[in-house]
């Protein structure tokens, strides 16, 4: 659920220097935002965020939930499609990854736009009818009931919402049983690079009567 964590404080701590004979330590800004661009541009390139972003369909002034959002790399390209005028809250069950998070918005000035949030392992923690779109991008499978979480999740959703989720392909059977349970519709689904698909769900209108 916490992506890249560990990478990310190796790299956060690696771009500070120790502090010596009793003074201050002395950190290079300039290196800590290399090396989140450096991981940042490999992500990018493994993970296709610009297919994630097209199947959220948001844009800006958009309102989106960024569910076990880690590290921040994929909230980073969340934030600048809803800028400036919209927002991503970015949800955890770990404070401390959220921090990391934060880091990674400041260096790339996006922090104005996001909120992040920590959450319950198995509470959305989402206001309802508030969302265009909630994006859950490797964190399905680790809900104790899926398909109760997808559900609770979805009234979360504006009329028209959707919800997306991205995972390993292996993960993909579980998904979409859960995502059925829930009572969720599938809309399209694609597998942008090899190991992960998108799928991209709603919730279904009720029929009009006919006359």
């Known amino acids: 659920m916490l992506r890249a964590v560990l990478v990310c404080l190796v790299f956060v701590l690696s771009s500070c220097e120790k502090k010596q004979g009793g003074g201050e330590a002395v950190g290079s800004g300039s ?33 989106v939930a960024d569910v076990g959002a880690g590290s921040g790399l994929l909230t980073v390209h969340l934030a600048r499609a809803v800028a ?3 927002k991503v809250v970015a ?8 921090g990391l998070l934060a880091q990674r ?21 989402l206001e309802p009818a508030s969302y265009d779109a909630i994006l859950l991008a490797e964190v399905d499978h680790y809900f104790t009931d899926p398909a109760a979480w997808l559900r609770e999740a979805s009234k ?12 390993r392909i292996y993960h993909r059977a579980q998904t979409m049983a859960s995502a059925k349970k829930a009572g969720l519709e599938l809309l399209s689904e694609s597998t942008p690079v090899t190991t992960h698909f998108i799928a991209v769900f709603v919730v279904p209108q009720p029929s009009e009567p006919k006359k």
């Open 105 to 125: 918005l400041k260096a790339a000035k996006l922090d104005g736009v996001v909120e992040t949030r920590v959450v319950g392992a198995d509470t959305p923690g």
């Open 156 to 167: 979360a959703l504006k009329p028209g919402g959707r919800i997306v989720i991205s995972n």
């Open 31 to 63: 290196a800590v935002v290399d090396e989140y661009e450096h991981e940042q541009a490999r992500f990018d390139a493994e993970r296709r965020p610009d297919k994630v972003i097209e199947a959220l369909a948001i844009r800006p002034g958009s309102r």
């Open 84 to 86: 400036p005028n919209g």
């Open 91 to 98: 949800t955890d069950v770990d404070g401390t990854v959220l």
